[in-house]
Structure formats: C-alpha cells, structure tokens
C-alpha cells in the first residue's frame, strides 16, 4: 500500500458491522485522517490498531487537505474516516476526494455503513427514487432558500438532523410541505434503534412534548401527485358554450376547448351547432 486515499466506511453504531478489510487497511496505512481524532482513537482501540491519526474536520480542512495529499505524493498511504459511516457523504472529506482527484491521487474504497441509505432501507418509504438532502442550513435564508426549492419534489426526501434541533426543523419542514407522511428513524444499529412511522403534523406535536433523543433520519413522501378530475364532453361543450356566449365564434371556441380538452375539435363544434 503506498500513494493512496483510503477511504474507510466506520460503524454508524454498532461496532460489529466494522469489515475485517477496514480494519486491515487502518493497519496498513501509514496514517489515518480523522474527522475526530478523540472517536476514531476508541474504534482504533478496540481492535488493538496502533497508527498516527492526524485531524481533518471543517475548520481545517484546506490547510491540512493540501499537507495530507503532499504526503501521499511522497509515497505514504493515507485513511480518511468519519466519526460515523462513510467519509464524503455529507461531511468534510469530499474535499480531501475531491483534491486528490486534482492531483491524480489515486482514491480506494472500502465501504461501510451509510446512515442515509440504511434508514431508508428499514423505513418502508418509498425507495425506488429518492434524494438525499443532507443537514439544513442553520442560516434561516439558506434554509428557508432550500425548502423552497424541494417543495414540489416528487421522489422521497431523506435528512439528517440533531436531536437539539429536530423540533425546529420538523416546524419548518411542515410549514413550507404542508403534511406528509414520514419516517423518523433513530440510533441506528444502536440498542434503541427505532422507526417512527408517522407525518409531519403529528410528529412536530410528538416531539413539542417530548425530548428527542439520538441522532435523526427523517424520510419524507415526495408531493402526492395531482389527480385531475375527469372531464365529459359535456365539460367540454359547456365550456365551450360559455365561450360563444362572451362573444366568440363557435368555430374558436371549440378549437380553443379542444385544446384544452382531450376531445376534438369537430365533436364539440357538432354539439355546439
């Protein structure tokens, strides 16, 4: 191993689900990148692995990305882990991916769980299409800016949220989606994993009353599509009455009705007549 980014999916909860590859790589490597170096130390621990860990988080991400990718330049093997499930996946190091690419480092996965797509796989939602959306912003223009343009979204949402932070964000979910069924998925693989299969109502009132503990996927139904009422011909003549009646031609109005219609022209123009 030498001139790599390793990039090393870490158990979202359950220390078992960590792949005797993962381990063998953090053995290998020269040195591992850590979004926490303090967490990755007891992962480190418990399976007796012994490495230089070097920090890697938001605040000092560029700095130490460029000090990092010279290093694998000169030859070393690096690791990147994240505190929890699979590094670049909403978290700093897809910059570090990103860089190394840049600078024709080559990037190796070894995967792990992801919270996102384990949620989504236990909470009976549908799957079939789906985007993943992340943390909202804690700047309310940013956030409200992001709601805004998910609204009409069709395919099922999937967010991260903070316990300290759900209740508010349930809120503001609800009010620009109006309601909707979700999934409220919490401490996965942990002891009190837990899926809440409720809606958007009626999960901001749970929560308003009691305190929400663990860390938060939700998953939210994309926006039911509109079902249009059928429409008879004499919908259609009616309308096109109404027309004739302001003014217009019948020849006009029933092209202009069957334009909006699904009957033709000729038919309405027969009724008319």
């Known amino acids: ?64 990305g460029e000090i990092i990718c010279q290093r694998i330049l000169a030859g070393e093997s690096c690791a990147i882990v994240t505190d929890a499930g699979m590094p670049a996946i909403s978290d700093p190091g897809e910059d570090l991916v990103k860089l190394c690419h840049e600078l024709g480092i080559t990037v190796e996965s070894v995967p792990g769980p992801t919270a996102f797509a384990t949620a989504l796989a236990i909470s009976g939602m549908p799957s079939g299409r789906f985007t993943f959306e992340g943390f909202l912003s804690v700047s309310k223009k940013s956030r409200r800016e992001h709601l805004e343009e998910i609204k009409d979204e069709k395919r099922t949402m999937i967010f991260y949220e903070a316990p300290h932070k759900l209740v508010n964000t349930l809120s503001d979910l609800y009010s620009v989606l109006g309601d909707r069924e979700i999934a409220l998925v919490r401490e996965l693989t942990k002891v009190h994993e837990e899926v809440i299969k409720t809606t958007l109502k009626d999960a901001q009132e749970l929560y308003t009353d009691k305190s929400p503990k663990g860390e938060f996927v939700i998953i939210i139904e994309g926006k039911p599509a509109e079902i249009e009422a059928e429409i008879t ?23 202009e009705i069957a334009g909006k219609t699904p009957f033709k022209k000729g038919d309405i123009y027969k009724a008319l007549v």
């Open 233 to 255: 011909l004499d919908d259609a003549v009616n309308q096109a009455k109404a027309l004739v009646e302001k003014g217009m031609s019948i020849n006009n109005a029933a092209k």
């Open 1 to 64: 191993m030498s001139g790599k980014l390793y990039v090393v999916g870490t158990p979202i909860g359950n220390l078992g689900d960590f792949s005797p590859r993962a381990v063998e790589v953090l053995e290998n490597a020269d040195f591992i990148a850590a979004e926490d170096t303090r967490v990755t130390m007891k992962l480190l621990n418990h399976f007796g692995i012994k490495k230089e860990t070097v920090s890697y988080f938001e605040h000092n991400k560029r700095q130490r």
